[in-house]
């Protein structure tokens, strides 16, 4: 059946209810060039102010989803995923995919680079020498059933619809519309073919959602559509308004991920690890200790393996940029604030992010957060070192830090970094 994009378009500005066969129509006809890039603008632009009920989004999504392929994964170990919605020093798929295969599940975690201020865990793993991101499926099947973990790009087939309306999306300013985020990641998520799926859903400054009644909105969302297609699905609300660890860029992310699979590292990240496995387990019907696992090195080797399958070298130094500018705490006190937004953007500054899709990033740009809050700093003491290898960009990253750290005279309340757990 045919369409005229110009009626659904007007039916979606004027506050009307989608059928399924527009829907389907729609899709199917912007992945092949039939609706052109400014009516479906115009479409996602009169969906972010009327929305779309849970019946649209979930039609929306299957017809992302029909797009392209799906992945059938033939492995013997029950399957599980996780995503992240995105936050500043987010590199917990680095020790969690390892860690949740060393329980006893499969991990296919198909990732992404970093655009803006979220990073990308795919340019953080290239930091690694020899390492490869692009995998055919068949790759994907062979290290999930002998490893156990596989973390890569998402192969082209996987929701074409998705990948040209996502980038549609980023220059149209269309992004911030729950049913559009909902049914992007999740048109990935079933299409990769996982049987259970764990999100992490990044509320703060640094992440997309700035409101927990936002960020609970959009992981409702998520799990409806999840649940919706037969998917074991849960939710983790956690908190990104301070960076995660101590490390937010490239290498650095990955030299500190390596520290939490040796048993150590900042103990945000080993919380926020550990919780997520253990929804991960429960939801495949695995009973297993994740933080026993991690502590015992076993995780470790599984990184090890990971790593290797995928042409790196795990025991290979790391580069780490070559200019370094260390910014001071000005006066004594407590640190009462570090924003992960200013720190994004100052790690992106350096160069650890790019600001169009084809540019590259630096492998060893990053900040290291020497103090968090509740930390008791003296006047002197270093509170963040910045690396680059191109100097000029600390102008531009020491500009974003300005007003992005406080120091007072007594701890902050401390927030808890897991919020609430929604269950499907
Ligand atoms: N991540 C996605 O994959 N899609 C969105 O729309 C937002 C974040």
């Given amino acids: 059946m045919s ?16 059928s399924d066969e527009q829907i389907d129509w729609v899709i199917d006809a912007y992945t092949h060039g039939v609706v052109a890039d400014e009516q479906m603008s115009a479409l996602a632009m009169a969906i972010f102010f009327q929305g779309m009920t849970s019946a649209e989004t979930a039609r929306w999504t299957q017809a992302m989803i029909s797009s392209g392929e799906r992945l059938s994964l033939d492995v013997s170990r029950p399957t599980v995923d996780k995503h992240s919605t995105g936050g500043v020093g987010d590199k917990i798929t680095l020790p969690l ?54 973390v890569c790009a998402a192969t082209e087939g996987l929701a074409p619809a998705d990948r040209k309306l996502y980038a549609l999306r980023d220059v149209t300013g269309t992004v911030e519309a729950i049913p559009l985020i909902a049914s992007s990641i999740m048109s990935k998520k079933i299409a990769e073919g ?26 409702q969302a998520l799990v409806a559509i999840g649940v919706e297609h037969g998917k074991k699905i849960s939710a983790l609300l956690t908190d990104m308004s301070v960076p995660l660890g101590r490390a937010v860029g490239n290498a650095v992310e990955v030299t500190e991920s390596v520290e939490v699979l040796r048993g150590g590292g900042p103990s945000d990240v080993v919380e926020l690890t550990v919780a997520l496995a253990a929804e991960m387990l429960s939801l495949a019907g695995i009973s297993a200790d994740p933080a026993a696992v991690l502590a015992s090195g ?23 940029g070559k200019h370094k500018h260390v910014v001071e705490a000005p006066i004594a006190g407590v640190l009462s604030t570090l924003d992960a937004y200013a720190v994004g953007v100052a790690a992106w500054r350096l160069g650890a992010g790019r600001a169009r899709k084809e540019d590259p990033v630096q492998a060893g740009a990053g900040i290291l957060c020497l103090a968090k809050p509740g930390d008791r700093v003296e006047v002197g003491q270093p509170l963040l070192e910045l690396f680059t290898d191109t100097p000029d960009a600390f102008a531009g990253a020491l500009a974003a830090l300005d007003g992005g750290y406080t120091i007072g005279d007594a701890a902050p309340e401390q927030s808890p970094l897991v919020i609430d757990t929604i269950r499907g």
């Fill in 3 to 18: 369409f005229s994009a110009v009626d659904i378009i007007r039916a979606k500005r004027d506050g009307q209810v989608l």
């Fill in 97 to 150: 995919a390892p860690l949740v295969a060393a329980c006893g599940a499969a991990v296919p975690q198909l990732s992404g680079r970093g655009l803006g201020h979220t990073g990308g865990t795919l340019d953080k793993l290239e930091s690694i020498p020899g390492w490869r991101a692009a995998l055919s499926t068949s790759e994907i099947q062979a290290q999930l059933s002998s490893v156990g973990a596989v």
């Fill in 194 to 219: 996982a049987d259970a799926l764990v999100l992490d859903v990044k509320v703060g400054s640094g992440a997309f959602m700035k409101s927990l009644d936002d960020a609970r909105a959009l992981a």
């Fill in 298 to 320: 076993e995780a470790y080797e599984s990184w090890a393996r990971m790593i290797r399958a995928q042409g790196g070298d795990p025991e290979a130094p790391l580069p780490i």
